[in-house]
């Protein structure tokens, strides 16, 4: 049952050990000096027999060393008081003296045969009379076993009440006959109920303790009826002649389900509307979470999601339904899950899934609590498809620039180069810019200063490209290292990047004659 624990079972159960033995030992133990109701002959009857004598259920006349015993406030009437210690060796006591019949001696045996004690009962209208007879006169030695288990039972009782649950007991039919600190504090906060606290359902459904196994149950206690009292798990274990029972306050635990079922269903209606699928495997590797986008992007069926398939069965339905890469072979198939399954407890685990429909699917695998595993599966065909577009057209607009004779740069607001052809390459001798560093505006100076014989030109040039205010169109000429001349133009672009194009406007050919390039025709900007 939940809400216990192992410890919590071992006191349940040397609760009801030491109930049975106040029971046994209880008819035993009969000390005290003071009684308040009735007188009492200061001797029994005989040596062997002692008398009870009642006028209904009221107690008038007491062995004087039972007096103390019998006047324990159980909140029960005298017959009930006396019946509880008396029934454990005389299962078949009548529960009232109104069960007793007249003029008929009822001749009661002890419940265990080597227990020689009688108990006869006999009734004269409302006054009823119990001639209680052990079989021999008691010993020294009878007596030391007596005050030896009275202080057993009194130092059992004393461990009971300072158990912070209830635990009691009741005979066959549901009557509370004995309860600890706990429980007497439930009996006083639901006094004005009819039945006792935490039973489960009327006294006449109580099952046969004698054919009936442990009883466990949940039962609520609200004594004011407002809904807003306790609930309590509940243990019942049967006894020679009763039920011993002990109780937990699961309060806080159900308000904590009550909590955790509600985040739960918060998060659900969550996933519910995300676009993302998302898939949770427990530590035992079956699915128990899943969202509706999981089953439209992967159109596994909702029913075969909701029987808890495992990590396996779910991976096999994808690769049959074309939906994940596999391997060639199927073992190698298995090693794969296997890895994949271990990448995704450690946070590893992101791959691409390139399906046959066209369509691309991000997949992430992420550790979840207590061994749980996670997958997140996103649709991003729209952007592998965007930048496939995107990369077409650079490779076009590259292609562009290169077929151009004019060397051409284009810088962006930064400083840094964004762009350039072939011809600005072989020109100025730079390396192709394929995944190394960055070229800057300050480092391709340092670049024209080396090639050129005239860098004060080119030195203007950067200076307008720093500027924030000069932004119009401008052309000078320098002389490269060659002697060559080269024609220097600066055109702005939006956004505060600027395209520079050089020109070579006379060629030194090989036979040494120098051949000049025509003007280039251009626009004219303000």
Known sequence: MSGYNLHELILVLVASSILTVICVAGILIFGGRNFGG??????????????FRFNGPRLVIVPEDWAGTLAHPTGADDWSRLADLLRPRFPDLPATPADVPEEEVIDLRARLPTDQARLCIDRDGDVVSLYFREAAPITPLDSHRMRLREISVMDSRAQLDNLPF???????QGQVHWRNAEYQQLETVMHDRDQPPLMDGPEQTLPDP???????YRTPLDPRGQQSGKTYDVIGTPGPQGWHYAAQD???????????QNFVQTLTKTFAQL??????????????????ALVDLTTLSADFMASRPTFTDVFDRLRDKQIMPEPKNYSSWREHLRSLASAAAKG??????????????????????????????DDITAEVTLTRQFRQQMTLSQSVLDAMADAIAVFAADGTMGYCNDAFLQLWDVPQPVDGPVITLRAMLDVWRDHCRTP??????????????????????????????????LI???????????????????????????EPVRAEHS
């Open 38 to 51: 009735g007188t009492a002959p200061t001797r029994p009857v005989s040596e062997r027999m002692v008398l």
């Open 166 to 172: 209830p635990v009691w007991q009741t005979d066959a």
């Open 210 to 216: 004698r054919r009936a196994r442990a009883r466990l």
């Open 250 to 260: 699961v309060t806080a635990q159900i308000r904590a389900e009550g909590t955790q």
């Open 275 to 292: 676009d993302t699928g998302l898939a949770i495997f427990s530590r035992e590797r079956e699915l128990m979470l899943f969202n509706p």
């Open 348 to 377: 590893t685990y992101e791959d691409r899934w390139s399906l046959p429909s066209g369509a691309t699917y991000r997949v992430i695998g992420r550790p979840h609590p207590n061994g749980a595993l996670a997958f997140l599966v």
């Open 456 to 489: 004060e030109v080119l030195t203007e040039l950067v200076s307008r490209m720093h500027s924030l205010t000069i932004r119009s169109d401008w052309s000078g000429t320098v002389v490269g290292d060659s002697g060559n001349e080269i024609r220097v133009r």
């Open 492 to 518: 702005p672009l939006s956004g505060g990047a600027a395209m520079v194009t050089f020109t070579v406007a006379e060629q030194v050919l090989e036979d040494g004659s120098v051949h000049h390039l025509p």
